[in-house]
């Protein structure tokens, strides 16, 4: 063998595999095949983890009833799903659902009343301990009254209860009743999963790909389009892309800002844009000084050019922030003023809390101390470590030294517990429930809360005590928009923006409604044009 | 052998102690300020994480004596099946890279001294030069740029395609082949480099020792002196390479298996280490310490194989 024979062997065996039958893998028009940032946490609704989670989920246990993306002027409408219809009663302390007589799960057991009683049970469990459990607590008794109807009763009324009541998963009784709640954590739930909604699981190879085919057992007439659905799990953004321009996955959920011009440009991609309910800010200690002063936190705030945060970090994908309410929403107090970027009026307003410049080193300072103070990110988002870069250069201008810090997520959330921190950026996803006391009730020391910022004001708190007993959303609306008032009044955070969702899909999905719902928001009249 | 045990559990008890120092819990996590009081000290209860790290780490401790590595917090999960998961791919995936390390590194060492300072010599030695200063996400980015968008030649990602259920033995195997081709030259080309110059300047000074120069004199040919008498004392360095690239075929490159979307165990090391679910990590960590103690063995192994001076007894 001549020394150059490895080389020319290599060679043609490189050139026999990559052939010019191409990498591109043709995916067959009944398989639709979707790009996953993360793997499915869990098969089992209770114990899955975000929202990506629950999108993929949602395909296939049932839910009574499909919330609308029409949240915008009024609260959520919902339309039927397994619940034909629903009533209140007149003391609106109960609410009964009609259950449609055709629905089965995949072993071909109806789906009932029974499994609507065994959820609540589940949901309610301390022992399993929900993430979403709190949702039950107005929740008194669930009967079934026969087999197809089912009565919810609560210990007030209020407006959201058959929201509630909706977002509870379904789950089968008769199946995972028989396993210990204290089992559910360890069971590998995928060989007990049973499919009531439009897919069902037909394979899952761990950080590989999940794979759905249509459920038969879909109510006739109403089966998905398309019969085949594969998830690939592309850990990488960047790969995730290249996938969708290499024509090997048709949709992406999520893409950055970054990426959006790539695939616009592309042939055959389209994008579809949208708010997608969360908002990026900053959040303040103020438990600990200067934050204290909110003098210092609007001036803060008037320094920070978010207009060009949106065009540079963002690329023009994201709105400016203005509440703790999102503008999306019927909720959103339209009277509020923007903070403006006036860094010369900030300047002053640092003046009069105090903060000047005595020693002449460019920094402002206080009683011999300077105006520096720590922003944290997480280490895992490129976004927020370019705000916080943004926002540095921003106030160093008006004479704030800004420390930027990116720690590890699972560290900077061991310090936002803690009330470790002067400053971090975050981002909150806003459910279309509007829950103020969840971030802004005031907490006591040591008692765990989202109030991460420790922000305190009585007037606040009467006011939530009072959105929380209203009765219905016209009484909560003017309690809402004052709330919105006296917070932004305040400054507990710097609102930065509003974020939007790209979602990357082939040119060849026809007929989707992606909205801020769900992306797989009516997936059964998708289809792929071959 | 059994000496290495204690090093072992060293390895596995600094582990535990780094991931007790760093800031953070799998509590933090799954501490829900939604919960009740009750609701969350079940969660952490379940885990184990209510009690103080010496008793987690005892019990841990006593479980993996008999072989129970523990449940992946992450995962829910036995460690052990989450390993025997990963595990496959990565060792198809090393074994690829390794296999293209060797390989291509010694065909390019080949024809590099064939002619020493000749054109196909310098041009391989620019190349290796190159290749070994870049980083794998860039090389990673730009074979996937090339093979799978510009030429459309192989699959940017994954072990198979979504199809390959359907397909038969033969196309299978094909389809495999596509996939594994571009992430094993990611991890193998830089290796490949390095060992394409270790082994042309160990080549080259052999072929100028007096010994080679006397099988020349006795008219031995030239593919004889090459295979024969050359390359086998060239390949000590090479020796050396292996040893420490064993550890990566089951310990993973985080790097490769993330932008290839390869489910291996460098992804799940990584993810464990970063959600603080320590039984994996410890988990992935003791897989990790047998396989660098193995491949120092197989390397201690291997020079007796090549250098029969370490045959002699001292």
Known sequence: MKPTAPLVLAAALLAAACGPSGGREAAPAETLVIGLAADLSS?????????????????????????????????????????????????????????????????????????????????????????????????????????????????????YQLMDVNDGPIVPAHAWRG?????????????????????????????????????????????????????????????????????????????????????????????????????????????RPPFDDPRLRRALAMAVDREALIEVVYDGFALLSLGPVLSSMWAFNGA??????????????????????????????????????????????????????????????????????????????????????????????????????????????????????????????????????????????????????????????????????????????????????????????????? | MLALVPLVWLVLTLSFVVLQAAPGTYADAIDNPRLSPAGRAAARSHFGLDRPPLAQYGSWLKAALSGDLGTSFMYRKPVARVIAEALPPTMVLGGAGLAITLGLGLALALASTRRPHGWADRVISVLSLGVSGVPSFWLAGMLILVFSIGLGWLPPSHMRSTDAAGLGAVSRAIDAARHLLLPALCLGLVGAAGTARYLRAALLDVRASRYLLAARARGLSESRLLWVHALRPALLPVVTLIGLSLPILVSGSVVVETVFSWPGMGQVAFNAARARDVPLVLGATLVGAVAVILGNLVADLLYAVVDPRARRPS
Request: glycine share 6%; aromatic share 10%; with cysteine.
């Open chain 1, 179 to 287: 396993i210990p709640l204290e089992q559910w954590q360890d069971t590998d739930w995928l060989p007990r999963v049973l499919a009531a909604g439009p897919y069902r699981p037909a394979g899952h190879t761990p950080q590989q790909e999940i794979v759905l085919e249509a459920n038969p057992g879909a109510a006739a007439g109403h089966g998905p389009r398309i019969p085949r659905l594969v998830f690939r799990i592309v850990p990488s953004s960047t790969n995730l892309v290249n996938q969708l321009l290499a024509g090997s996955v048709h949709l992406a959920g999520g893409v950055a800002p970054a990426d959006a011009a790539r695939l616009q440009a592309a042939a055959g991609i389209d994008l579809t844009v949208f708010a997608d309910r969360s908002y990026t800010h900053v959040c303040w200690n103020l438990a």
């Open chain 1, 336 to 530: 509020l003023e923007p903070v403006p970027f006036e860094p010369a009026a900030a300047a002053r307003l640092l003046a009069e809390a105090g903060w000047q410049d005595r020693d002449g080193d460019g920094v402002l300072d206080r009683d011999g101390a300077p105006l520096a103070f720590e922003l944290l990110a997480p280490a895992e988002s490129d976004t927020r470590q370019d705000v916080v870069l943004m926002i540095e250069r921003d106030l160093a201008r008006i004479g704030v030294t800004v420390t930027p810090r990116f720690v590890e997520w699972g560290a900077l959330q061991a310090r936002m517990d803690a009330g470790d921190f002067d400053a971090f950026v975050n981002r909150w996803v806003e459910p279309t429930q509007i829950d103020l006391a969840g971030i802004w009730h005031s907490v006591l020391p040591g008692e765990p809360s989202f109030n991460y910022g420790r922000y305190a004001n009585p007037e606040v708190d009467r006011l939530l005590a009072e959105v929380d007993a209203a009765p219905d959303f016209a009484a909560q609306k003017p309690l809402l928009d004052r709330i919105q008032e006296l917070i932004v009044a305040d400054q507990p955070y710097l609102f930065l923006v509003e974020n939007t969702r790209l979602v990357a899909h082939s040119s060849r999905l026809r007929g989707a409604d992606i909205n801020a719902a769900s992306i797989f928001f009516n997936i059964r009249e998708w289809e792929l044009a071959p």
């Open chain 1, 43 to 159: 098969w089992n609704p209770y114990l899955a983890g975000d929202a990506h989670d629950e999108e993929i989920l949602a395909l296939v246990y049932p839910s009574l009833a499909v919330e609308q993306p029409d949240y915008q002027l009024h609260p959520p409408t919902f339309a039927p799903s397994l619940a034909a219809s629903w009533e209140h009663s007149e003391d609106g302390l109960s609410l009964t659902f009609h259950l449609r007589e055709d629905a089965v799960w995949s072993d071909g057991v109806p789906v009932s009343a029974e499994d609507l009683v065994f959820s609540w049970q589940v949901q309610s469990s301390e022992e399993l301990g929900w993430a979403w459990g709190d949702i039950t607590d107005a929740i008194t008794r669930v009967e079934a009254v026969d087999a197809r109807t089912v009565r919810y009763e609560f210990n007030r009324r209020y407006p």
